[in-house]
C-alpha cells in the first residue's frame, strides 16, 4: 500500500486497511457471483457503509 498522510493515525489506518482489504473483498464478489449488476452496487454500498461505521468507532474510541 502507498503511504499517503491525511494527518490520519497510522495504527487506525492499518487496523482498518487489514479489516477492509479490498482484494478481499473483490475475491468475496467473484465468489459470490452476484446476478446482476444492482447486486454488485449493493455489495459495494454494504462495504463502504461498514468501513465509514468502523472507522468513525475507531475514530472515537481515539478521542
Known sequence: MEKYNFGLDEEMV???SEEF???N???T???SQ???IEDARAS???YGRE???R???KGEKKI
Open 21 to 23: 482489504a479490498p482484494l
Open 44 to 46: 459495494l454500498e454494504e
Open 51 to 53: 468501513l465509514a461505521r
Open 25 to 27: 473483498f473483490v475475491k
Open 34 to 36: 452476484p446476478h446482476s
Open 14 to 16: 492499518k487496523a482498518l
Open 29 to 31: 464478489l467473484k465468489l
Open 55 to 57: 472507522s468513525i468507532e
